[in-house]
């Protein structure tokens, strides 16, 4: 029971942490370009590793380094464009949609890599894009900073 609260206690604590940069990354975009921003936030989250770690386990494991470049660049591309979001569209509103890629992901593996589409699948997709029609509502009017983000 102990392990559960101090879970729970870890993944709060990391959605508040997320939410508090999420609002950095909006005041730093008012003056710095969002790969610029991105930048500072890999430079420091790669410190706060060394510290806590003391750069113990931190290696590069079984992965090709073809794959681990792939994967980081795709990675550091979804962050610059969801900065670019924030700066353009809120940090709500950029959450939002940059959490809405498993319903891309999705499609995309049924459409182009031939994964099943089940029913129950269906059923999730169309509750996700329900929840995301909620939350942006019918009236949203975005200007063209909002639309770019």
């Not at 508090?20 to 991105?38: C, G, H, K, N, P």
């Not at 962050?79 to 890629?101: D, E, H, K, P």
Request: aromatic share 8%; glycine share 14%.
């Amino acid at each position: 029971m102990r392990a559960r609260h101090d879970g729970l206690g870890i993944v709060l604590l990391a959605s508040v942490l997320f939410g508090v940069m999420a609002v950095f990354v909006r005041l730093a975009a008012e003056t710095m370009s969002a790969s610029l921003v991105a930048f500072f936030r890999f430079a420091g989250s790669f410190l706060v590793l060394i510290v806590v770690t003391r750069g113990v386990g931190l290696r590069r494991g079984t992965a090709s380094l073809g794959r681990l470049l792939l994967r980081s660049i795709i990675g550091t591309a979804a962050i610059v464009l969801y900065f670019v979001g924030i700066r353009g569209a809120g940090a709500g509103l950029a959450t939002l949609l940059q959490n809405s890629y498993p319903v891309f992901a999705t499609i995309f593996a049924a459409l182009v890599l031939g994964e099943p589409f089940s029913r129950r699948l269906g059923l999730a997709l169309g509750l996700s894009f329900a929840g995301i029609a909620v939350v942006v509502g019918p009236g949203l009017r975005l200007g063209s900073a909002g639309a770019l983000g």
